[in-house]
Structure formats: structure tokens, C-alpha cells
């Protein structure tokens, strides 16, 4: 099959040998599958993230050279495994990126043993299957694992309805982010350097949209009642933590969502003196998946907006490249037949 494979830090595409379905597994055709940040971190720090994995014995830890990436996939059943029932050929479905195998559970995406889904066909574990509904879009049905991951974030934020809530960084997450506070009766200040994304943060519906290139955010913050009670951190780069704190209301919370992929600094004493909550989140759980695709596929998420872009897969290495430009919010790889 053809697929996009990460090489070192160089991005080709080729042939690769097609996966093949063991038992509980079905082979899935991909049909879209969208370009997530963490990809981006991936393919720039692929060895820093390999080491710092084996250090922590996380899901990286076995990740070798040759990957197949992309975890944010609706495919459509083409064959399955043995003991595998209840599937037939043809039903589009979505998953949690994970496979379970051999040695327990392996990451889909970031490893050259369990390629990914920026590929023509990828392998998926029967028992995490969910079925799309007709009515949902290829390229929504995509962004369902980024839609759990907002949502994840809200939750374990236990933001209470009626509060306030600044979201820094219009990208995927943070937009995602941003509807679902909203969803949760929450008023929203969202906050990026780029005015495409800051015109997107307007489009999902946030009460307050801020130019941090040029703005003083605190201050405008003033027109949001004053500092927020709590900030979601969605940038990940070195710096924003600190703002993030700075900007939060004393005995406010900082949830930690963005990935900052190099060492950064904080000062604690600012910390300690306004008396912060950080807290930093991971993923999803299972219900929260199914919730994500439910929201998307009945409108209570409205997701379009975020979809700037979609690409086939010879397009996708130049499209990680164009990704270093702003203008573009969630770009789209999808495939022939994709609807």
C-alpha cells in the first residue's frame, strides 16, 4: 500500500507492506484522517520524544525509524480477523488509536510495528470500534479523537457552569476547546497570534477574541470581567505557561493541554502567591470518545468551521511544511472515496 512514512526527520511517500488483521482485529480502508500537532511534534523531535518515552517507559518506548503517522482516522471496514463478528465490509468506523496485540496495548501512529492511518489501509481492534453515522462527513468523522481530547480537558477542568474561562491558542484544540466550554455554559476569551485562527475563534462563538502578538491581555481581560478563573493552556511553546499563570485569577486553575516539546521555564513564587492549581491533561477515556463522536455527528459540536483544508496523501509532506504557517487551522488528509 502507499503511505507517508517518517524517516529520521524526512517525510516520503512510498510503498510499504499492507497490514494484515489478527485475531479481534478488523483491516479498515482509510478514508480521512487529519493532521494532529502532536504529528508535527513527532516528526520535528522524533528522537527527543523516543528517548524521553524509553525514560518513562511510555508508549513511544518501542518506536523505531520508518513510522507510519496519523491517529485522528475514519476508515471503512474492508476484511476481518478471526473471532471478529458483528462487522461488515464497508461500514465506516472510528477508534481509539490503540491496538491490542501481543505485549498488551501498542499506540497507533508512532511506531513502525502499528503504522497509522496516514497510510491507505490501517489495522484496528474489533472490541474499540464505533460506527459513523451516515449523516456525518468523512472529514468530521476525522476530527473525533481531537474532539475527545478537548473535551477530556473540560472535564477534568469541573469548570462550573456560569464561570469564566481564557483559552490561549486558536489551533485545533484550542477551538475545540473553546466549543465545548461553550456548550457547557461557559463564557469564553480565546486568545492567538494569527488573525485566520482569531476569525475562526469568532466563527465557534467566543465572547472575547484577543490578539496576543499586540494586545495587552490582561488588560483587555478587563472587558471579560477581569482575570478568568481558569486558563487552558493550548499553545504549547516555551513561554506561554507562564503568561497562562499570570493571566489567571488568583486561586484560579491552569490546565496544561498544549505540549511544549522543549524545556521551559516557570517561576513557582508567582504560582505560590496567587495560590494556582496546575494541572496537566492527557487524552480521553473511552465514554468521552463515543461522547465526542456523538456531539459531532448531531451538531451539538459544530466542527466544520475548523476544517480549512483538505489534501491527498502526495500533498500530505508538503502539507506538514505549510503547517508552520498559521493560516490554516485543521488540514485534512483524505482519500478516494472519501464523502
Avoid at 118 to 139: F, H, K, M, N, T
Wanted: hydrophobic share 45%; with cysteine.
Amino acid at each position: 500500500m502507499r503511505a507517508m512514512v517518517l524517516r529520521g526527520s524526512r517525510l516520503h511517500v512510498e510503498e510499504v507492506p499492507a497490514p494484515e488483521p489478527g485475531p479481534g482485529q478488523v483491516l479498515a480502508r482509510v478514508r480521512a484522517c487529519g493532521i494532529c500537532g502532536s504529528d508535527l511534534h513527532y516528526a520535528r523531535y522524533a528522537e527527543s520524544l523516543r528517548a524521553a518515552s524509553r525514560a518513562e517507559r511510555g508508549i513511544l518506548a518501542g518506536a523505531g525509524d520508518g513510522v507510519v503517522m496519523g491517529h485522528e482516522f475514519v476508515a471503512e471496514v474492508a476484511s476481518v480477523g478471526e473471532g471478529v463478528s458483528g462487522w461488515q465490509p464497508g461500514e465506516r468506523v472510528v477508534s481509539i488509536p490503540v491496538l491490542a496485540g501481543e505485549g498488551g496495548r501498542h499506540s497507533i501512529g508512532y511506531s513502525a510495528e502499528y503504522p497509522g492511518a496516514y497510510g491507505e489501509q490501517v489495522v484496528l481492534s474489533a472490541a474499540l470500534l464505533l460506527r459513523v453515522p451516515a449523516s456525518l462527513p468523512d472529514a468530521l468523522a476525522a476530527l473525533t479523537e481531537p474532539c475527545a481530547v478537548a473535551l477530556h480537558a473540560v472535564r477534568e477542568a469541573k469548570v462550573e457552569r456560569g464561570g469564566r474561562a481564557l483559552v490561549m491558542g486558536a489551533g485545533p484544540i484550542g477551538l475545540l476547546t473553546a466549543l465545548w466550554l461553550k456548550r457547557e455554559g461557559i463564557s469564553v476569551a480565546v486568545s492567538d497570534p494569527a488573525g485566520p485562527r482569531r476569525r475562526l475563534a469568532e466563527r465557534v462563538g467566543a465572547d472575547l477574541v484577543l490578539d496576543s502578538a499586540s494586545e495587552d491581555l490582561g488588560g483587555r481581560l478587563v472587558d471579560f470581567g477581569g482575570p478568568p478563573s481558569i486558563v487552558f493552556e493550548c499553545v504549547g511553546v516555551q513561554g506561554t505557561l507562564q503568561e497562562a499563570m499570570t493571566l489567571v485569577a488568583p486561586r484560579g486553575r491552569v490546565v496544561v493541554v498544549g505540549v511544549c516539546m522543549v524545556e521551559d521555564r516557570i517561576r513557582p513564587l508567582l504560582a505560590i502567591n496567587k495560590h494556582l492549581t496546575l494541572q496537566f491533561v492527557l487524552g480521553y477515556n473511552a465514554d468521552e470518545f463515543a461522547e465526542a463522536l456523538g456531539a459531532l455527528a448531531s451538531g451539538a459540536v459544530d466542527a466544520a468551521p475548523l476544517v480549512t483544508r483538505t489534501v491527498s496523501l502526495d500533498e500530505l509532506p508538503a502539507a506538514f511544511e505549510a503547517l508552520s504557517d498559521p493560516s490554516d487551522c485543521k488540514v485534512v488528509l483524505t482519500f478516494p472515496g472519501a464523502r
